[in-house]
């Protein structure tokens, strides 16, 4: 069972990039799904999740109206599409997925599966 991330990279700041977490070894149509990002020196942080039917999002402060999540679930896949990047944007991205939504979004998250994280660099 893999969680891949893929879709970073080093942009400018004001610029886009889209994340991608493909799953890989099951199917996690069912599953809430979600993003987290830990910046150097940081505390890992939750930064959006999406119900298993796309119904329900949730974002962090510092990315909402910035930031859209969603989801394939034909291609078992979900997206982070980030607008106007900031410097303080740059960390490493986590894509997670849980069977309850609860879990990626309470204050001490704690989603079953976590993927290998992919590096974004916002240059200011």
């Known amino acids: 069972v893999q969680l891949q991330a893929s879709g970073g990279g080093l942009v400018q700041a004001g610029g886009s990039l889209r994340l991608s977490c493909a799953a890989s070894g099951r199917t996690f149509n069912t599953y809430a799904k979600g993003w987290f990002r830990q910046a150097p020196g940081k505390e890992r942080e939750f930064v959006a999740a999406i119900s298993w039917g796309g119904a329900r999002t949730i974002y962090a402060e510092s990315v909402k109206g910035r930031f859209t999540i969603s989801r394939d679930n034909a291609e078992n896949t979900v997206y982070l599409q980030m607008n106007s990047l900031k410097p303080e944007d740059t960390a490493v991205y986590y894509c997670?997925?849980?069977?309850?939504?609860?879990?990626?979004?309470?204050?001490?998250?704690?989603?079953?599966?976590w993927g290998k994280g992919t590096l974004v660099t916002v240059s200011s």
């Open positions: 997670v997925a849980d069977p309850q939504f609860q879990a990626i979004v309470a204050v001490t998250p704690h989603p079953d599966y």
